[in-house]
């Protein structure tokens, strides 16, 4: 009996942003253990650069619904042959319920995924105190408390910072410029107004934000759901071994 190693196909609803995107296939690829192409994790990516703005929608209250948008690349991905869903954009996990009940395709699901990460480091469990988790995310996290919900119980305690413009400006920047001088040095400054605020562990929330996740000072444990998200993908995927005889 030989064992044949078939990895299971991921959809990844991506284009928010397509950098973003890119930086999800290439941590995939980082995390996976490979001697050959067939190792790697099949993902089949809709980089929808068209799904209407998150931002618009949550933050100014003034745009196009982004939910119809996604539920059709989930069916499209779907349709092509995906086994389960990811994608790389935390605000949109606003529409992850959507999502969840329109196909009955896994998702995996960054909010609840990260979560369950920061809930087995050290502090996080077996004492009174909360791990005070600050928040490196669009303003339109906090705004939906998208991880607020999933931290609730859990001695969990998101930390924001009191003025949420400069990290929207971080996010515009990456957007239009990529990775600039002004973008880093935004970021930096929000990370260093967490730490004064004395949180346990930065979590980079964004996947924009993720793509300067290098930059940001090793004085505090860091931890990116973008790379929670790559890791729950290899293990979904690696979860479909079979063997032939």
């Known amino acids: 009996m030989t064992e044949m190693r078939k990895m299971r196909t991921v959809g990844v609803l991506g284009g928010m942003g397509p950098e973003a995107t890119v930086l999800l296939m290439s941590r995939v690829i980082a995390l ?14 809709d980089n929808n650069t068209q799904v209407p703005s998150r931002i618009k929608a949550l933050i100014e209250k003034t745009g196009e619904d982004p939910g119809p948008v996604l539920v ?16 790389p954009c935390n605000t949109a996990h606003h529409y992850a319920p959507l999502l969840k009940r329109s196909l009955p395709l896994p998702f ?5 995924l990260t979560t369950d990460h920061l809930r087995g480091l050290p502090g996080a469990a077996g004492s009174s105190d909360c791990l005070r988790v600050g928040m490196l995310a669009s303003p339109a996290v ?10 609730a119980g859990h001695r969990l305690q998101p930390v924001y910072l009191p003025d949420q413009n400069a ?7 990456i957007k239009s410029a990529g990775q600039s001088d002004a973008a880093v040095q935004l970021l930096q400054d ?6 004064r605020a004395g949180v346990d562990v930065l979590l980079v929330a964004c996947s924009e934000l993720s793509l300067l996740n290098r930059t940001l000072p090793r004085e505090v444990l860091m931890v990116d759901s973008i790379d929670v998200l790559a890791g729950a993908i290899v ?7 079979a063997r032939n005889g």
């Open 167 to 173: 990290l929207l400006a971080c996010i515009r920047e």
């Open 235 to 241: 293990a979904f995927s690696r979860d479909g071994l």
């Open 142 to 151: 906090k705004i939906t408390g998208l991880f607020d919900r999933a931290f």
């Open 32 to 45: 996976t253990a490979a001697t050959d192409d067939s190792d790697h994790v099949p993902m089949l990516i």
């Open 108 to 112: 995996l699901d960054m909010i609840e």
């Open 190 to 195: 929000a990370a260093a107004g967490l730490l």
């Open 72 to 87: 059709a690349m989930a069916r499209r991905l779907a349709a092509a042959g995906a086994e389960a869903l990811a994608m």
